[in-house]
């Protein structure tokens, strides 16, 4: 622990950034909630059964489980509001790719499903004022595992 005087002002400056910080984070996530409720939608219009969502381990997440016919997928939602950073698919690189398939695994164990199954990536854009813009929809993005 570092111990010491904290110079005038210090103390509220430090206060305002965890709040800027805080509040950047809070509207991230609800980006990202949002996100994946459209694409829940968007999933169950195209014939697909949620399963679960958030299932989390440590060390990965997988945002929703679905079946598509007989076929269990995991899927991966990307939520953006520019293309600033790239698409949704490409920031599901190979290490995002590898904890999505050690929660997967996870989850068949723990369900007692075959471990067979398929990740797909949803990648909504959404409008400045929360619209939707877009949804592109990426099939078996990580079967080379």
């Not at 999933?43 to 269990?72: C, M, P, S, Y």
């Not at 723990?110 to 929809?137: A, M, N, S, Y």
């Amino acid at each position: 622990m570092v111990t010491g005087r904290i110079p005038a002002g210090k103390p509220i400056q430090l206060q305002l950034y965890f709040a800027v910080v805080y509040s950047a984070i809070s509207m991230s996530r609800s980006l990202g909630n949002k996100g994946e409720n459209i694409a829940v939608d968007y999933l169950k219009a195209n014939g697909f059964d949620i399963l679960d969502r958030n299932f989390t381990i440590r060390g990965g997440e997988i945002d929703i489980v679905a079946r598509d016919g007989a076929e269990l997928v995991f899927v991966e939602v990307k939520t953006r509001r520019s293309r600033s950073f790239g698409s949704g698919e490409d920031s599901v690189n190979f290490f995002k790719l590898k904890n999505i398939h050690r929660a997967a695994r996870r989850y068949c164990s723990d369900k007692k499903f075959r471990p067979e199954f398929r990740i797909d990536v949803v990648d909504i854009q959404v409008t400045p004022l929360g619209g939707v813009e877009g949804i592109e929809h990426f099939r078996d993005v990580g079967s080379e595992f």
